[in-house]
T-cell receptor, first 111, second 114 residues
Framework: KQEVTQIPAALSVPEGENLVLNCSFT??????LQWFRQDPGKGLTSLLL?????REQTSGRLNASLDKSSGRSTLYIAASQPGDSATYLC??????????FGSGTRLLVRP | DGGITQSPKYLFRKEGQNVTLSCEQN?????MYWYRQDPGQGLRLIYY???????QKGDIAEGYSVSREKKESFPLTVTSAQKNPTAFYLC?????????????FGEGSRLTVL
């Protein structure tokens, strides 16, 4: 059974710092990997999607990498801002199009 | 996402009552999903539907039921058999036409059992 783990569970950094969020999964037979952002009490906003054949995706200050063989993904946030404060969720899609989520990393960027 | 509407946003229910959460989409996507989120945790899959008139159980289907009579709609009923129904419920819609597998989420419905 696919399991997704995110480390750290919580992170607090000063504004301007570059940071990395980690995601690992147990079964490398994935269709894609997605990173989402969730603000308190809200739904999920898709940040980046990496297909199984890809190694990375970039959007603005965000860069996500995928290493299927080792079962790892990282989300890199450059020059963090207080507006980046949110929970970041990693999810992998299996071959039956089910999306399996990690527990998330709660990020606080201090002004 | 503007193309996915969940209602109601907040719902209170007495123990023993069934309640139905609505999810409507105008994105013309085939796949629809229901997830449950408990405080400080990730999302767990309740039910999903890849096509009209077909749906499959997810990891925590007990105490829930769904129907998929129309492409645009995938309502979730939380029955009295669900032991801990208080949670945040999220509906998602998936892009199968282009096969990217990307999911788009609604704003969620928060259910509280009194």
């Amino acid at each position: 059974k696919q399991e997704v783990t995110q480390i750290p569970a919580a992170l607090s950094v000063p504004e301007g710092e570059n940071l990395v969020l980690n995601c690992s999964f147990t079964d490398s037979a994935i269709y894609n990997l997605q990173w989402f952002r969730q603000d308190p009490g809200k739904g999920l906003t898709s940040l980046l999607l990496i297909q199984s054949s890809q190694r990375e995706q970039t959007s603005g200050r965000l860069n996500a990498s995928l290493d299927k063989s080792s079962g790892r993904s990282t989300l890199y946030i450059a020059a963090s801002q207080p507006g980046d404060s949110a929970t970041y969720l990693c999810a992998v899609m299996d071959s039956s199009y089910k999306l399996i989520f990690g527990s998330g990393t709660r990020l606080l960027v201090r002004p | 996402d503007g193309g996915i509407t969940q209602s109601p946003k907040y719902l209170f229910r007495k123990e023993g009552q069934n309640v139905t959460l609505s999810c409507e989409q105008n994105l013309n996507h085939d796949a629809m999903y229901w997830y449950r989120q408990d405080p400080g945790q990730g999302l767990r899959l309740i039910y999903y539907s890849q096509i009209v008139n077909d749906f499959q159980k997810g990891d925590i289907a007990e105490g829930y039921s769904v129907s998929r009579e129309k492409k645009e709609s995938f309502p979730l009923t939380v029955t009295s058999a669900q032991k801990n129904p208080t949670a945040f419920y999220l509906c998602a819609v998936g892009d199968r036409v282009t096969n990217t597998g990307e999911l788009f989420f609604g704003e969620g419905s928060r259910l509280t059992v009194l």
